[in-house]
Nanobody, 123 residues
Framework: VQLQASGGGLAQAGGSLRLSCAAS????????MGWFRQAPGKEREFVAV????????YYADSVRGRFTISRDNAKNTVYLQMNSLKPEDTAVYYC?????????????????WGQGTQVTVSS
């Protein structure tokens, strides 16, 4: 499974960005897709996850109410709509996928990782 993330860039505080992640190769109908992020000098941090079947979602407290994760199973794509951006949202955002569904917030719980896309929020 290959994950290709896109949509990062520069935004002002209070602005919005939308990330996309397309899965290719051996795809699966169950399991989960989600996002982590890593800011300079910090550990990788869970952001959000969505169940491929049913659409159950879970968010980190730091983004709940501002970010929305969604998926299009027909396109094997997951999205992260980021609103009310803050400078502390600045990080490299990684798309992730796992073959089983669980509310997993630890990097080792995910089987596949994308290459990352930079999000920079200016104050």
């Amino acid at each position: 499974v290959q994950l290709q993330a896109s949509g990062g860039g520069l935004a002002q505080a209070g602005g919005s960005l939308r990330l996309s992640c397309a899965a290719s190769g051996r795809t699966f109908s169950s399991g989960a897709m989600g996002w982590f992020r890593q800011a300079p000098g910090k550990e990788r941090e869970f952001v959000a996850v969505i169940r491929r079947s049913g659409g159950t979602t879970y968010y980190a407290d730091s983004v709940r109410g501002r970010f929305t994760i969604s998926r299009d199973n027909a396109k094997n794509t997951v999205y992260l709509q980021m609103n009310s951006l803050k400078p502390e949202d600045t990080a490299v955002y990684y798309c992730v996928a796992s073959e089983v569904w669980r509310i997993a917030t630890i990097p080792d719980d995910y089987d596949y990782w994308g290459q990352g896309t930079q999000v920079t929020v200016s104050s």
